[in-house]
Nanobody, 121 residues
Framework: VQLQASGGGLVQAGGTLRLSCAASGRTFSLYHMAWARQAPGKEREFVALISRTGSTYYADSVKGRFTISRDNAKNTEYLQMDSLKPEDTAVYYC????????????????WGQGTLVTISS
């Protein structure tokens, strides 16, 4: 599967953004999907995941502010980000895997190219 992330941009603290991740192919519904992010000078970290059946899980740092979802008819995964903070500034990556469903982002096989999110204070 090929992944294309989009939707990043510059917003003020407290604002919202919705990221999208479009997937190629006809088997999108079979993949577990996730978002990870990498802030400048830091390691990439897990943000959220959604299973092929719709179960979700969030990093503590975004719980209650971010919502992950998927639309299998559109082969697209979303990350709705509300109440954004300057510390959310990062390049956000979408990821997919047929078998792995967990918070260890290193286990995901397929990755999109990333979309930059910048939050100003």
């Amino acid at each position: 599967v090929q992944l294309q992330a989009s939707g990043g941009g510059l917003v003020q603290a407290g604002g919202t953004l919705r990221l999208s991740c479009a997937a190629s192919g006809r088997t999108f519904s079979l993949y577990h999907m996730a978002w990870a992010r990498q802030a400048p000078g830091k390691e990439r970290e897990f943000v959220a995941l959604i299973s092929r059946t719709g179960s979700t899980y969030y990093a503590d740092s975004v719980k209650g502010r971010f919502t992950i979802s998927r639309d299998n008819a559109k082969n697209t995964e979303y990350l709705q980000m509300d109440s954004l903070k300057p510390e959310d500034t990062a390049v956000y990556y979408c990821a997919a895997d047929l078998q792995y469903f967990g918070i260890n982002h290193h286990q995901y096989t397929y990755w999109g190219q990333g979309t930059l999110v910048t939050i100003s204070s």
